[in-house]
């Protein structure tokens, strides 16, 4: 069964370590899809620095298949090409409002909205829940040691064009890591970023220059 949804992942392009299926070892990207038996079935899941966030669920290993494989066959927009400067405005613009939340998130975690027009960025797969200011210095994500990242594992950069609802945390160490990003974890129930992708709702960018 899952050599067969093995097989259909690769002829989508889909990168190996992007989707974790039973019986897979090694290390996945950091928001990878995973596919785990439960007490009703199946769930849909995306792992992001270790957390498990539920997608969607199924009843039995065929449902589940077509549940991600439906999943990922969603039109995917391309990504907008933006100058530089554009981009640096953008970041410059929410300065203020991200240091802000630093400081109220040195005391806990906080339910906030992001508002249209914030950059913000990632690095593993495209799927996961987590999303950091553009730019974050590596060290303060907490992410493994750059020669440490399973292959695959790539740097994926946002704009917000609709309010978004996120937990904002600062970044524990952990990997030998200093910490002490702003993390924004997506708060809304059975919701990725995938879904806001193809939504509207984040615009994938790429910068020029």
């Known amino acids: 069964m899952f050599d067969t949804l093995r097989q259909e992942l690769a002829r989508r392009s889909v990168h190996p370590r992007a989707v974790i299926l039973p019986g897979d070892d090694g290390p996945a990207l950091e928001g990878a899809l995973r596919l785990s038996p439960d007490a009703d ?27 991600l494989l439906a999943y990922l066959d969603r039109p995917i927009p391309e990504e907008t090409t933006l100058p530089e400067a554009e981009v640096e405005r953008a970041v410059q613009d929410a300065t203020a409002h991200f240091a802000d939340l630093q400081d109220r998130a040195a005391s806990g975690s906080l339910l906030i909205e992001l508002p249209s027009g914030v950059a913000l960025d990632r690095i593993g797969a495209l799927d996961g829940t987590m999303l950091f200011p553009y730019g974050t210095a590596y060290e303060a994500r907490s992410l493994p040691p750059v020669g440490v990242l399973p292959e695959g594992s790539e740097r994926h950069a946002f704009l917000t064009r609709s309010n ?3 937990r904002v945390e600062i970044a524990q160490p952990w990997f030998g890591q200093r910490g002490g990003g702003l993390r924004c974890t997506l708060a809304q129930d ?18 020029d220059g």
């Not at 995306?46 to 039995?60: E, H, I, K, N």
């Not at 990725?192 to 615009?203: C, H, Q, S, T």
């Open 164 to 166: 978004v609802l996120v």
């Open 190 to 207: 059975f919701v990725g970023i995938r879904d806001l992708v193809v939504g509207g709702a984040l615009e994938r960018i790429r910068v």
């Open 41 to 67: 079935g199946w769930l849909l899941e995306t792992v992001d620095y270790g957390r498990a966030f539920v997608l969607g669920s199924a009843p039995d290993d065929g449902a589940a298949a077509t549940l």
